[in-house]
């Protein structure tokens, strides 16, 4: 009988992010936020049809602010354009909730597309968190214009990356393509050297 055992997934980031540990009062802390769901999102903000099925089938309306987050329960939607957003979920909900936002924007001008293979999700924290995203990330991170529930995309060290921040502590979850995970886990580590860090897993 020919085996049918699925593999176990596997992350770019396997092999590169431990040892876990590090000193307790490491300035950053970094970890790998593995194989959440991720939903390209595209619409018409202003249509309030569009807003009230993505409600529906997420648990809250997609931001029209730009630059901005919203959340319901472990899923967030990322604001990324006009008409377009990133809709994060928790492991495993990224295909079945696709289905279910294309079930309700059935008939509009609107789509959701699983996109969870495209990005890699690395999580920085800690006191020294900002001072080492600077290092490399030219958006203004200072806590007057950059705070919980903001996201923004730009380069983080030559890097096409999403950063969103979600909680004052702070701590900042970068999404960025899997063919550039290794690299952009060497550079924060690298970058992280002066202030120490430490890994969770």
């Known amino acids: 009988m020919a085996d049918t055992a699925t593999p176990a997934a596997r992350s770019p980031l396997d092999g590169c992010t431990g040892p876990v540990g590090g000193p307790s009062d490491a300035g950053v802390v970094l970890g790998?936020?593995?194989f959440q769901g991720k939903?390209?999102?595209?619409?018409?903000?202003?249509?309030?049809?569009?807003?009230?099925a993505v409600a529906k089938a997420i648990g809250v309306e997609p931001p029209a602010t730009p630059g901005t987050v919203a959340t319901a329960g472990g899923r967030a939607i990322l604001w990324l354009g006009p008409d377009e957003w990133l809709v994060v979920?928790?492991?495993?909900?990224?295909?079945?909730?696709a289905g279910t936002l294309n079930a309700a924007l059935a008939g509009m001008r609107?789509?959701?597309?699983?996109?969870?293979?495209?990005?890699?999700?690395?999580?920085?924290?800690?006191?020294?968190?900002?001072?080492v995203l600077a290092k490399g990330w030219a958006v203004d991170l200072h806590p007057r214009a950059f705070g919980p529930g903001r996201v923004a995309q730009s380069q983080l060290a030559l890097t096409n990356a999403i950063i969103r921040q979600t909680d004052d502590l702070p701590s900042f979850e970068i999404l960025v393509r899997p063919s550039f995970a290794r690299y952009l886990w060497d550079w924060l580590t690298d970058a992280s050297l002066e202030v120490g860090y430490r890994v969770e897993a």
């Open 110 to 131: 609107a789509s959701a597309t699983d996109v969870s293979d495209n990005y890699t999700t690395v999580r920085i924290a800690g006191p020294k968190a900002r001072w």
């Open 32 to 34: 790998e936020l593995r």
């Open 89 to 97: 979920t928790p492991e495993g909900e990224g295909g079945d909730l």
């Open 39 to 52: 939903i390209n999102l595209r619409g018409d903000a202003a249509d309030k049809a569009f807003a009230a």
